[in-house]
Structures are given as structure tokens and as C-alpha cells.
């Protein structure tokens, strides 16, 4: 895979999306053609990836997973990794998650180009 460009290309749709476990809660979709092999979120205000939240899953293209926050999580703004199964990695800043409620994937062989859709 070459050198990605992970630009936000969003549409982003404000409208009320049922709560889960906490206000943060979406879906992740591979669209990429390539298995994510680990997914990071972070709040934005933060300088440490922490965990991947995968564990030892991996995202396989046309999956999907939810990310499910603790309820007591008070921010709103995130920052989303992934790296894909040949080390290459993607990162998305400053991700509103309190009006997101999904996030697909999405990577254009022939540009080189990856992006993210969100509602």
C-alpha cells in the first residue's frame, strides 16, 4: 500500500443517533480493501493512544465493529488510528464522537488516497 493520506473527507450528518453505553458509541466500517489489523482512539486533548481497542480481533474489509465507551467518558472529541496488516496507518483528528454515530473507511488504490465518511 502507498504512503496514505488520511484527509477527512465528512459528511457529517448532526442528527440524533440512539445512545448506547455512552454519548461516544459508533460504528467502525473497512471499506479499504485491507485488514485493519489494530484501532486506537484517544480523546484529542490527549498525547497517548493507550490500548487497542480491537484486543487480538482484526477488521476485515466490509466489517464492521462497534466501539462502546464507558458512560463516564466526558469528552467529545477524539482522534481515531488505525494501522493496516502491512504497517501502513491512517489517523483522523479531532472527531466529534457526541454527534458521530458511524465511521466508514474508505481507501482509493488508484489515488493513493485514504478518507472517512461520517454520520
Known sequence: MKTLFAGLTAMVVLAAAPAMAGDQDFT???GTGYTIEQVYVAPSRSDDWEEDVM???VLGDG???DIVFDA??????FDLKVIYDDGEE????????CTISSVAIYYN?????TWAETE
Open 28 to 30: 467502525l466500517s473497512n
Open 55 to 57: 484486543g487480538a480481533d
Open 63 to 65: 466489517e464492521e465493529v
Open 72 to 77: 463516564a467518558e466526558g469528552a467529545c472529541s
Open 90 to 97: 491512517a489517523v483522523w483528528s479531532r472527531l466529534d464522537l
Open 109 to 113: 488504490r488508484a489515488t493513493g488516497r
